[in-house]
């Protein structure tokens, strides 16, 4: 579970994208921490980066499948 110290920096939204669903070797469109719908574990993945093919496989908890926790906004520059 992602943790954080200062709530001020983060804030609760209920956009749609954080409900996609995504496979390993895919790009999603936001930076920001995926975790795993079956095992739990999360990664960091950058803007334009696809999520990780060399994550652990597991057979008994189902495929991988990577949902979004927290996406990193760009600001206007």
């Not at 719908?37 to 093919?53: R, S, Y």
């Not at 060399?54 to 906004?73: C, D, E, R, Y």
Request: positive net charge; charged residues 15%.
């Amino acid at each position: 579970m992602a943790k954080y110290k200062y709530d001020e920096h983060l804030v609760q939204t209920n956009v749609p994208a954080f409900d996609k669903q995504w496979l390993p070797g895919q790009t999603p469109p936001n930076a920001g921490i995926y975790r795993c719908k079956n095992c739990g574990d999360e990664i960091a993945v950058a803007k334009g980066q696809p999520l990780p093919n060399s994550h652990h496989q597991h057979t008994v908890l189902g495929p991988v499948i990577w949902t979004m926790l927290v996406f990193a906004q760009e600001h206007p520059k």
